[in-house]
């Protein structure tokens, strides 16, 4: 009997593999819709089994029935040089293009386009504006995009890109002949349709001042919607080359320059994928050369230690920032544990409360308030901010905020000490809920004032 039923769970035991159910598409690595690439290594021989395709934005990756290069079905691939090859990965009736972009063991980068722009042949594959195709040339080893007396002159790089919108792009521009020091050029991406909606990196003459490079959105009714703007360490001047970058992975997006990081935007992106192009505006934009490359990680910034980590421990917010208190009267100040910023008014002189009530001496706000809350001194004058900027400058933390609903104030405290953030105040501008058009014309006037955030009344 024993041996009967020792002979059975053998059974039992042997025929389980016979049971065992293949690893389905959540199982295996994903190709993600906005980055249809498969990263490699030249002579390194890559197993496509082991890879599912994501077919629409978001949607759960699908399982690859087959894949094929050059009109042949193969399982695995080995990609001889460096370069970009193309697969198709067929997903039952469905199918995607993939692209294989293999590099050099010693390259830091999965390179999905360069061009270097050394001939007139460098032009082919690249769609001119129609509006201006013949503003578009190479010349001495440069492409020329020749907008003087045109609002945008624009020059498309090879329409496969469009597979495409989380990448690193990288140009070396140089401008001249612009018509004054406000006019443009820059890299266009995620661009859609034969035209617009696109985002772009815009980088003025004047890049060193103000909003001189911008993070904007020119959108379906052909209408600019500046998202995001920020400062360069200096101007440009017509001899030198700049290098523009734009890393894009998902919502997030940075712009630099030269490697200094100006914009760094995580807000909800509409546009996914889309075409890369350039664009000078009433000027002449020269390119030594771009690239395109994988961008494989999320693209994330450094916080210098000089800024203020709030403690306040929040869970049901998106921005770190957002729990601010308004400070009603002084004796408030001392229930202050859950917020991550306070509002205070200041005369540069000293601190009061709504109430008007005095809390303490402006140089005194940090010991008064602690050092886990950023300050958010409203000023009404260039006194007070003078007062803000000595005060905060004694501090080892040199972190605060100014608060105005003078443009001016705001451009004053940060034209005169960069680190300091500011909030423009819109609650006398809007009482009631904003519109499509409002909405954009608040953003613009936030962007307007050189800060990045504006505070509103919560009836709007």
Known sequence: MK?????????????IPSFAVAPGAADKTAIGFASPAIPAEEGKSIDLTVYSVELEPGAEAAEVTAWEYEGKEITSFTPENAGVYTLTAKCGEA???VYVVAKKPKDKEYVIYYNGFDTEDDLKGLTKDRSAPNRIKVENAELLIDATGYDMVRVTLPEWLGDFGDYSITAKVRMTDELNDTRWNSICYRANGTSYPFYHMCVRKTCGKGSGVEFALRTPKNAWDVQDSGTHKVNQTGEKYYEYNVQAK??????????????????QKEYKTGCIGLISNYSVMHVDYIRVALQLSVPEI???????RPSAQVDNITNALANVAELRDAASVSVLGDAHCVILKTDGTDVFAADGSKVCALP??????????????????KAAVDGVIS???????????VLSADASILAYARG?????????????KYDHVL??????EARALINGSDVKTGLFDAAC
């Open 435 to 440: 519109t499509y058009e409002e909405t954009v």
């Open 391 to 401: 005060a905060v400058k004694k501090q080892r933390i040199a972190d605060a905020t």
């Open 3 to 15: 041996k009967r039923i020792l002979a059975i769970l053998l059974a039992v035991l042997l025929a």
């Open 95 to 97: 199918e995607k293009t």
């Open 416 to 428: 005169k000490q960069p680190l300091l953030r500011g909030v423009i105040d819109l609650r006398g």
């Open 250 to 267: 998902g919502d997030v997006i940075i712009h630099s320059i030269d490697g200094n990081r100006i914009i760094y935007n995580d807000m």
């Open 302 to 308: 450094e916080v210098p230690e000089t800024l203020i």
């Open 364 to 381: 005194e706000v940090f010991d008064t308030i602690g050092n886990t809350v950023i300050p958010v001194f409203g000023c009404e004058t």
